[in-house]
């Protein structure tokens, strides 16, 4: 099972960026998705998750209204589109594939980050 996320990057405050998690190995349809994240010197952060089938989502109370968390099944891919992003979001990025859940002990799968770098 692999996944790899990746579209990370550096952007200025207010602006927006698209990460995506490709999944291999692994039926795609039959597992959750989960993104998380961690700064620098802090511990790494439930961010959003989505269902198998996309209908439930769910979100960290400071990234609702901008973050959109979404998957294509077809695609084998799930993506977090990151709005009006905030230097407090800079972090490297984790995709997890797994049950949805806000912990990180919910999800089997971990793909390596990717980086995203908001500037003031």
């Known amino acids: 099972v692999q996944l790899q996320a990746f579209g990370g990057g550096l952007v200025q405050a207010g602006g927006s960026l698209r990460l995506s998690c490709a999944a291999s190995g692994v039926t795609f349809e039959y597992i959750g998705v989960g993104w998380f994240r961690q700064a620098p010197g802090k511990e790494r952060e439930f961010v959003a998750a989505?269902?198998?089938?996309?209908?439930?989502?769910n979100y960290e109370d400071s990234v609702k209204g901008r973050f959109i968390i979404s998957r294509d099944n077809v695609q084998n891919t799930a993506y977090l589109e990151m709005n009006n992003l905030k230097p407090e979001d800079t972090a490297v990025y984790y995709c997890?594939?797994?049950?949805?859940?806000?912990?990180?002990?919910?999800?089997?799968?971990w793909g390596q980050g990717t980086q995203v770098t908001v500037s003031s």
């Open positions: 997890a594939g797994g049950s949805i859940g806000t912990l990180q002990e919910n999800y089997r799968f």
């Open positions: 989505i269902s198998s089938t996309g209908v439930r989502t």
